[in-house]
């Protein structure tokens, strides 16, 4: 991240609360504030671009770096007023507050506070804290002479200990199978992790929420790098059956309770259960309608890219091109927001979606920009672009430019070593389709239909769906 960029990505990461609370912090004193005009402008940038925010608020540049200095100051000010009065600072402060009232000597004072406390440190899970508050509450009850009631603490003392001992260490697991993951090791070493006694338990057997968390981030990760997709849809939907049991994890993780049905959605669209697809978007829209107060705004705009690229792919696959245009301008209006490999998805399948509608001018020049990102991703769609544009060029009539097309193809094939039986023939039959006289493409073209009949194309058909275009084409001509 550019350093000119932090101020912007800072804005851009607060919650609405976190916004709402700012703009009452700043309210505190009276007249115009310059920063907050300039908060106002930076909170709808994309993309830091000091120029336009000097002309928008006409500020010279010096005034601007400033304003941007200041307004940084007042933020950071605002938000660590804000962690002070959220409910997991509260609560410690609440422990604070306790100990020090049994420091001088006020224990039934102390005891009241904890009594308020324990309940939503439990409901959060807030391991440590408890601990330290149940031994408060132990010191507290020795010193008022209730020894009758220290064993429920000890008990509580005790399951917490667990807790934060089992957290504790699927947290580390989760580590150890993002490293191996990352690191593209041998699934072999994925399931000596398996192996690990906590992970052979059911999550709904472990002692907390975060405990769950953690063993179903790491089966995730363990099915995902062995891309076995059908396991993958049948733990999302467990992931999601037990997050609606243990709705606290809405205020313990916010953020995991709607990535958990991100993981739904993809799961299910991966599989071609459509109708259970078209429930799981139904049901992610629903929530994004009004988002947990306790994301920020990035958390958000995350999760709305990834509903809205499941669900530009979703509508392309089943045909549905013109709704999935929509979804995929939004996409590519914010292109700049998103990294290579997100933006290459998205645009790969709105190049789709255009031929499809017989755009394939404004296809070309998608295709053309992919051919323009240096970044080595998205091996699994780079075979087809090329490819893609052959398809355009048979669409637009231009015969004369597919060999040479098919040419660079083989070429640029040969140099990244990819060798493709199903591409191989797709250039033997358009090339015939481009080379042959009027009289003879007619037949051609049926070649091709043929081949795709026999499935002698499959994997290429299913991810653009040639059948589907060559009988429009057809059609057409």
Request: glycine fraction near 2%.
């Amino acid at each position: 991240m550019r350093k000119q960029d932090y101020l912007l990505q800072l804005i851009s990461s607060l919650s609405s609360n976190e916004k709402r609370y700012f703009k009452l912090f700043c309210g505190i004193q009276p007249g115009d504030k310059r920063y907050l005009r300039l908060f106002d402008a930076m909170e709808n940038m994309q993309v830091y671009n000091a120029e336009a925010l000097s002309s928008e608020l006409n500020l010279d540049s010096r005034q601007l770096k400033s304003d941007k200095y200041y307004l940084s100051t007042v933020l950071q000010r605002s938000l660590r007023n804000f962690e002070e009065e959220s409910e997991g600072t509260g609560l410690y402060k609440d422990f604070l507050n306790a100990a020090l009232l049994f420091k001088k000597n006020l224990p039934e004072f102390a005891l009241d506070m904890i009594d308020n406390t324990i309940p939503k440190a439990e409901y959060l899970e807030a391991h440590d804290l408890l601990l330290s508050v149940l031994k408060l509450k132990q010191d507290c009850l020795l010193r008022l002479g209730r020894f009758e009631e220290l064993d429920p603490i000890i008990t509580a003392m005790r399951k917490w200990s667990d807790a934060l001992i089992e957290f504790t260490e699927l947290s580390n697991l989760c580590g150890k199978f993002q490293k191996i993951e990352t690191g593209r090791k041998h699934a072999t070493e994925l399931e000596k992790l398996l192996r690990h006694p906590l992970m052979k338990k059911k999550p709904e057997n472990l002692l907390s929420v975060r405990a769950a968390t953690c063993w179903f981030h790491n089966m995730h990760r363990y099915y995902a790098f062995k891309e076995d997709y059908k396991k993958l849809l049948l733990l999302a939907r467990k992931v999601a059956a037990y997050y609606e049991e243990h709705l606290q994890i809405i205020d313990i993780s916010p953020k995991t309770y709607y990535y958990a049905y991100v993981g739904l959605l993809q799961g299910e669209v991966l599989s071609k259960n459509y109708p259970e697809t078209e429930k799981a978007l139904e049901k992610l829209e629903s929530l994004l309608i009004k988002p947990s107060k306790k994301l920020t705004s990035s958390e958000i705009e995350e999760i709305r890219f990834y509903e809205k690229d499941t669900k530009a792919y979703f509508l392309r696959i089943t045909g549905r091109h013109q709704e999935a245009i929509k979804v995929a301008e939004e996409l590519f209006a914010a292109k700049d927001a998103r990294t290579a490999y997100e933006r290459y998805g998205f645009i790969f399948g709105l190049a789709i979606s255009l031929i499809h509608l017989g755009r394939s001018k404004e296809a070309f020049d998608k295709l053309n920009e992919l051919l323009q990102m240096n970044e080595d991703v998205r091996s699994d769609f780079q075979k087809y672009v090329r490819p893609l544009l052959i398809v355009s060029q048979l669409d637009l009539g231009n015969f004369t430019l597919v060999p040479y097309l098919i040419k660079s193809t083989k070429a640029w094939m040969k140099r990244e070593k990819i060798s493709n039986p199903e591409i191989e023939l797709f250039f033997s039959l358009t090339y015939s389709i481009a080379n042959a006289n009027e009289s003879k493409r007619p037949k051609a073209w049926l070649n091709l239909k043929e081949a795709l009949e026999q499935d002698k194309l499959k994997a290429m058909n299913e991810e653009i769906n040639l059948t589907n275009w060559l009988a429009k084409r057809l059609k057409r001509h």
